[in-house]
């Protein structure tokens, strides 16, 4: 310990599904752009949409007009039906993510992963202050992917959390603990990072609806609402308080994918499309494992019927699997255990019992002997 005061960055890649997608298709800059819903097939206006899809991302023009990341297709349509919907490549927000991360790393020695468009970055030991940091930080993003990121630099990770939305797209905020009164408290509470929409209407029903209404609460008031544990925390974050330290190397305990389906899919009738939906989960899963460095033990898979009923099955394996073909052939087991008689909405697949790919050995193949094929059961 230095005995400096902690300097916490949150960086955030802006709108960045979109952001990668406008790289290739620089004519779309400025306009309204919406990606997810179909996995190929060239831009399309929104209007011409028809499913179920929800939306990955989109761009700050289809913001301005109500659209935002998880709003159903067909809803965001309604709001913005001039708007172009893109097809999502996975591969290549992928390769957008390695390599902003790969840039951060020549500004700071390590940083918290919090997925694939955002990471927290302990400045505290750094010799330069926060703004020249900050700075060296987005034009080093910029130049590995020609991308622009958000950073919010505070004493702690859940203010930088909310900094880092403050000046977006292309912002650096900078806050220390003086500020809270002036930029924290007159913003709803539902800018916190674990005050979820549930949340938000309990303190709405208690008159709390700014961040400095639920500060100059009582605790022991949150604490009967909202419990010991969760009522104590809504009174620390409140006043910006968060002492918890960045964890630079994660310990995943289960790794998933899923898919929710444009329109029920049987599978009878659209079996080779659920083949498909199949092998390419796997794929995925084994890319995921490999970047990780692990192997899966247990196999479970999810599928949700066309009328909300969703079934899980798990299988524990007798040694662990990293391969695409392996965790195929232990889905295909999972599958033969639930009722592929109906439509199906949805179909997952989730890795569990993860250990270090150089602890163990996969053996190949486990069930290709209870049936040869490469599809469903």
């Given at each position: 310990?230095?005995?400096?005061?902690r300097?916490?960055?949150?960086?955030?890649?802006?709108?960045?599904?979109?952001?990668?997608?406008?790289?290739s298709?620089?004519e779309?800059?400025?306009r309204a752009?919406?990606?997810?819903?179909?996995?190929t097939g060239d831009?399309?206006?929104?209007?011409?949409?028809?499913g179920?899809?929800?939306?990955?991302?989109?761009?700050?023009?289809?913001?301005?007009?109500?659209?935002?990341s998880?709003?159903?297709?067909?809803?965001?349509?309604?709001?913005a039906?001039?708007?172009?919907?893109l097809?999502?490549?996975f591969?290549?927000?992928?390769?957008?993510s390695?390599?902003?991360?790969?840039?951060?790393?020549?500004?700071?020695?390590?940083?918290e992963?919090?997925?694939?468009?955002?990471?927290?970055?302990?400045?505290?030991?750094?010799?330069?202050?926060?703004?020249?940091?900050?700075?060296?930080?987005?034009?080093?993003?910029?130049a590995?992917?020609?991308?622009t990121?958000?950073?919010g630099?505070?004493?702690?990770?859940?203010?930088?959390?909310?900094a880092?939305?403050?000046q977006?797209?292309?912002?650096l905020?900078?806050?220390?603990?003086?500020?809270?009164?002036?930029r924290?408290w007159?913003?709803q509470?539902?800018?916190?990072?674990?005050?979820?929409?549930?949340?938000?209407?309990?303190?709405?029903?208690?008159?709390?609806?700014?961040?400095?209404?639920?500060?100059?609460?009582?605790r022991e008031?949150?604490?009967?609402?909202?419990?010991?544990?969760?009522?104590?925390?809504?009174?620390?974050?409140?006043?910006?308080?968060?002492?918890?330290?960045l964890?630079?190397?994660?310990?995943?305990?289960?790794i998933?994918?899923?898919?929710?389906?444009?329109r029920?899919?049987?599978?009878?009738?659209?079996?080779?499309?659920?083949t498909?939906?199949?092998?390419?989960?796997?794929d995925?899963?084994?890319?995921?494992?490999?970047?990780?460095?692990?192997?899966?033990?247990?196999?479970?898979?999810?599928?949700?019927?066309?009328?909300?009923?969703?079934?899980?099955?798990?299988?524990?394996?007798?040694?662990?699997?990293?391969?695409?073909?392996?965790?195929?052939?232990a889905?295909r087991?999972?599958?033969?255990?639930?009722?592929?008689?109906?439509?199906?909405?949805?179909?997952?697949?989730?890795?569990?019992?993860?250990?270090?790919r150089?602890?163990v050995?996969e053996?190949?193949?486990?069930?290709?002997?209870?049936?040869?094929?490469?599809?469903?059961p």
């Open positions: 310990m230095t005995g400096r005061p300097r916490i960055a949150h960086l955030d890649m802006d709108a960045f599904f979109a952001s990668v997608e406008l790289l298709r620089p779309l800059r400025g752009v919406v990606v997810g819903g179909r996995r831009p399309a206006p929104l209007k011409a949409y028809r179920r899809g929800v939306i990955t991302t989109c761009t700050y023009e289809a913001r301005a007009l109500g659209v935002r998880g709003m159903g297709l067909m809803k965001a349509a309604a709001l039906p001039e708007a172009l919907l097809p999502a490549d591969e290549a927000y992928r390769r957008a390695r390599a902003f991360k790969e840039a951060a790393l020549t500004v700071v020695p390590a940083f992963d919090r997925g694939i468009d955002e990471i927290y970055l302990d400045l505290t030991d750094l010799p330069e202050d926060s703004r020249t940091l900050g700075l060296r930080l987005k034009a080093a993003v910029k590995a992917t020609g991308l990121c958000s950073l630099i505070t004493p702690n990770k859940l203010l930088s959390k909310v880092s939305e403050f977006k797209p292309d912002g905020t900078i806050l220390g603990a003086e500020d809270i009164p002036t924290i007159p913003l509470v539902g800018v916190i990072n674990g005050i979820g929409p549930k949340a938000v209407q309990r303190l709405e029903t208690l008159g709390l609806i700014t961040v400095g209404e639920l500060a100059a609460a009582p008031l949150l604490v009967d609402q909202f419990g010991p544990a969760y009522g104590s925390w809504l009174h620390e974050a409140a006043h910006g308080r968060d002492d918890r330290p964890v630079f190397e994660r310990d995943p305990k289960s998933s994918r899923e898919t929710t389906f444009e029920d899919l049987h599978p009878r009738r659209d079996r080779e499309r659920l498909q939906v199949l092998l390419d989960l796997c995925r899963l084994a890319g995921d494992l490999a970047r990780k460095g692990v192997m899966a033990r247990t196999v479970g898979i999810k599928v949700r019927y066309q009328d909300f009923h969703t079934v899980t099955r798990d299988l524990t394996l007798e040694a662990p699997v990293g391969s695409a073909g392996a965790i195929r052939d889905a087991c999972g599958l033969r255990r639930v009722d592929l008689s109906g439509s199906l909405r949805l179909f997952g697949i989730r890795l569990g019992g993860l250990q270090p150089d602890q050995a053996t190949p193949s486990l069930f290709r002997d209870v049936d040869g094929g490469d599809d469903l």
